[in-house]
């Protein structure tokens, strides 16, 4: 049985969206050398035009960040820092609509994702890392841990404010300076986060936000003004960083690709091991770089639970991301749009069986139906390659060292899934995957006390926690290249 919903928008008004954006630097809004537009992934409707910094741009926020570090911020007190972090925390929350609505805009996931986990995300991770700031000394990396200087930040469009968290929210409460490049695609949460700085009265040039693209995201990588690099994004371009990085006394980490397996073993509660399957693969259009895109089912129950599946994607709603009842959203940019038809239509080609939810898709905007392949072998395109999208490849195995073996048989190692109700098969899984993560009974939960963070081709570094603290402080096992 079908529900109809009568649709349920969110309010644009909310968003005051300006023209025309500048960089932030030295704490003000400034012009740079040319622009480019920001579109909306839903409509195609230009939203903003956005400054492209180039290296003179990049310099002089490099310079802010510099004169921040040496007068002001490395040389604050820690419970003073942690004030602001506070403060920048708190109005994320109290302009958490605004966020979630701009989120949604440029990035064309649904809103209901941007309300309830990247804006209350971002939040946590400003309110977590301010508590760090006055206690480094008490962290294990001895007693007056010293930062790295100033920070050059390159994020992705996925998570575009919650990654921006991640990265400045630690660095901060260490007393680094950050210069941070957002994706050329999703500018427009990381403008705002400016704003917010300037109302949270932080010192000027402690955060600068450098707009524009890959080459903008070069030339902060390799300023010799940058102490540390912290690069999330694809393996592709995280190994060019760290060639670029190399034998440069630079401080690295590397926060890259996935193409995690999600395993269900036969005794798994069914229900909920498919709601973590559709959340695995379907939570943010799969643009997730820990997403469950490899299903590894107990061949026992392979029938069973793909049933459920495809009874469950039928009922996914696609569609205007800004409708409180979408499910999936716009795929974030025509680019991403056809690199995901074309891994699709490798699957086809190499004679796996394509299944996709009957929904139709909007004449405008980019889209892709969630879409799930069955007969996959190991040597398939989609089943070794990060799609990054709405795509899940399904595998069965019959052993738990079979579905061992085949969840690590990937370069990559980011996160996987287990789903058993045995407690003992879980710690044996868990302590025989290559992932940086592992969920039980559970998917793509996070924490910002808890550490993110790869093996292999999904780089080196942790988010998050503890062990994230120790990527901004001088101290040995920091990511050094
Ligand atoms: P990329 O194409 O690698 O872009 C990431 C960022 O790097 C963007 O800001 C991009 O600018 C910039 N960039 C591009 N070329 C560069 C270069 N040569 N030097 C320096 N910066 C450069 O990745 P994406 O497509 O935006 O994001 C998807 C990838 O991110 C996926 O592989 C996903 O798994 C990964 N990801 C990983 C994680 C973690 S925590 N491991 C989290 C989220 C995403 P433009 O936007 O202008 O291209």
């Given at each position: 049985m079908r529900f109809e919903y009568a649709p349920a928008p969110e309010a644009r008004s909310i968003v005051t969206l300006r023209d025309s954006y500048g960089l932030f630097i030295g704490g003000e809004f400034t012009a740079g050398s040319s622009v480019f537009k920001t579109i909306?992934?839903?409509?195609?409707?230009v939203l903003a035009e956005v400054t492209h910094a180039g290296p003179e741009d990049v310099d002089r926020a490099v310079a802010a960040a510099r004169q921040a570090y040496e007068r002001v911020w490395s040389v604050m007190p820690g419970r003073e820092r942690g004030k602001y972090l506070f403060r920048i925390a708190r109005l994320i929350q109290e302009r958490a609509r605004e966020l979630a609505v701009l989120e949604t805009m440029d990035n064309g996931k649904p809103i209901r994702e941007s309300r309830d986990t990247d804006v209350p995300l971002s939040a946590a991770h400003f309110f977590y890392h301010a508590g760090w700031a006055d206690k480094l000394s008490y962290a294990?990396?001895?007693?007056s841990p010293r930062p790295l200087g100033v920070v050059g930040q390159v994020i992705p469009w996925n998570f575009p404010l919650l990654m921006l968290a991640w990265k400045v929210a630690p660095a901060l409460a260490c007393g680094n300076t950050v210069v941070l490049k957002p994706a050329e695609t999703t500018p427009l949460t990381a403008l705002l986060f400016a704003e917010i700085c300037q109302q949270a009265d932080l010192?000027?040039?402690v955060v600068n936000i450098v707009t524009g693209d890959g080459t903008t995201g070069q030339a902060v990588v390799a300023?010799?003004?940058?102490?540390k690099v912290a690069f999330t994004g694809s393996t592709a371009v995280g190994k060019e960083i760290a060639r670029a990085c190399a034998v440069s006394g630079k401080r690295l980490t590397l926060e890259l690709g996935g193409k995690a397996a999600n395993v269900v073993f036969d005794d798994a509660p069914a229900d909920q091991a498919v709601e973590g399957i559709v959340n695995g693969i379907f939570f943010n259009a799969g643009h997730v770089?820990?997403?469950?895109?490899r299903l590894l089912v107990q061949e026992s129950v392979a029938e069973e639970v793909l049933g459920a599946l495809k009874r469950r994607m039928a009922a996914l709603r696609l569609g205007d991301?800004?409708?409180?009842?979408?499910?999936i959203g716009a795929i974030n940019s025509r680019a991403q749009l056809e690199k995901i038809a074309e891994l699709a239509s490798s699957g086809e080609a190499e004679g796996a069986e394509r299944w996709s939810a009957p929904c139709p898709l909007p004449d405008r905007g980019f889209w892709f139906p969630p879409t799930v392949f069955t007969g996959?072998?190991?040597?398939h395109r989609i089943a070794r390659?990060?799609?990054?999208?709405?795509v899940l490849s399904v595998l069965t195995f019959r052993t738990p060292a079979e579905a061992v073996e085949k969840a690590n048989n990937?370069?990559?190692?980011l996160s996987a899934g287990v789903w058993t109700e045995k407690g003992s098969l879980i710690l044996w899984m868990a302590s025989r995957l290559r992932a940086g993560v592992v969920w039980a009974n559970t998917f793509n939960r996070f924490d910002p006390a808890s550490p993110f963070g790869g093996y292999k081709e999904s780089g080196f570094g942790r988010e998050g926690g503890?062990?994230?603290?120790e990527a901004y402080l001088d101290v040995p096992g920091g990511g050094d290249v």
């Amino acid at each position: 049985m079908r529900f109809e919903y009568a649709p349920a928008p969110e309010a644009r008004s909310i968003v005051t969206l300006r023209d025309s954006y500048g960089l932030f630097i030295g704490g003000e809004f400034t012009a740079g050398s040319s622009v480019f537009k920001t579109i909306s992934p839903a409509t195609e409707e230009v939203l903003a035009e956005v400054t492209h910094a180039g290296p003179e741009d990049v310099d002089r926020a490099v310079a802010a960040a510099r004169q921040a570090y040496e007068r002001v911020w490395s040389v604050m007190p820690g419970r003073e820092r942690g004030k602001y972090l506070f403060r920048i925390a708190r109005l994320i929350q109290e302009r958490a609509r605004e966020l979630a609505v701009l989120e949604t805009m440029d990035n064309g996931k649904p809103i209901r994702e941007s309300r309830d986990t990247d804006v209350p995300l971002s939040a946590a991770h400003f309110f977590y890392h301010a508590g760090w700031a006055d206690k480094l000394s008490y962290a294990g990396f001895g007693p007056s841990p010293r930062p790295l200087g100033v920070v050059g930040q390159v994020i992705p469009w996925n998570f575009p404010l919650l990654m921006l968290a991640w990265k400045v929210a630690p660095a901060l409460a260490c007393g680094n300076t950050v210069v941070l490049k957002p994706a050329e695609t999703t500018p427009l949460t990381a403008l705002l986060f400016a704003e917010i700085c300037q109302q949270a009265d932080l010192p000027p040039g402690v955060v600068n936000i450098v707009t524009g693209d890959g080459t903008t995201g070069q030339a902060v990588v390799a300023h010799p003004g940058v102490d540390k690099v912290a690069f999330t994004g694809s393996t592709a371009v995280g190994k060019e960083i760290a060639r670029a990085c190399a034998v440069s006394g630079k401080r690295l980490t590397l926060e890259l690709g996935g193409k995690a397996a999600n395993v269900v073993f036969d005794d798994a509660p069914a229900d909920q091991a498919v709601e973590g399957i559709v959340n695995g693969i379907f939570f943010n259009a799969g643009h997730v770089c820990c997403a469950g895109s490899r299903l590894l089912v107990q061949e026992s129950v392979a029938e069973e639970v793909l049933g459920a599946l495809k009874r469950r994607m039928a009922a996914l709603r696609l569609g205007d991301p800004m409708d409180k009842n979408t499910d999936i959203g716009a795929i974030n940019s025509r680019a991403q749009l056809e690199k995901i038809a074309e891994l699709a239509s490798s699957g086809e080609a190499e004679g796996a069986e394509r299944w996709s939810a009957p929904c139709p898709l909007p004449d405008r905007g980019f889209w892709f139906p969630p879409t799930v392949f069955t007969g996959v072998s190991q040597a398939h395109r989609i089943a070794r390659e990060e799609i990054f999208g709405p795509v899940l490849s399904v595998l069965t195995f019959r052993t738990p060292a079979e579905a061992v073996e085949k969840a690590n048989n990937t370069p990559y190692g980011l996160s996987a899934g287990v789903w058993t109700e045995k407690g003992s098969l879980i710690l044996w899984m868990a302590s025989r995957l290559r992932a940086g993560v592992v969920w039980a009974n559970t998917f793509n939960r996070f924490d910002p006390a808890s550490p993110f963070g790869g093996y292999k081709e999904s780089g080196f570094g942790r988010e998050g926690g503890r062990h994230g603290l120790e990527a901004y402080l001088d101290v040995p096992g920091g990511g050094d290249v």
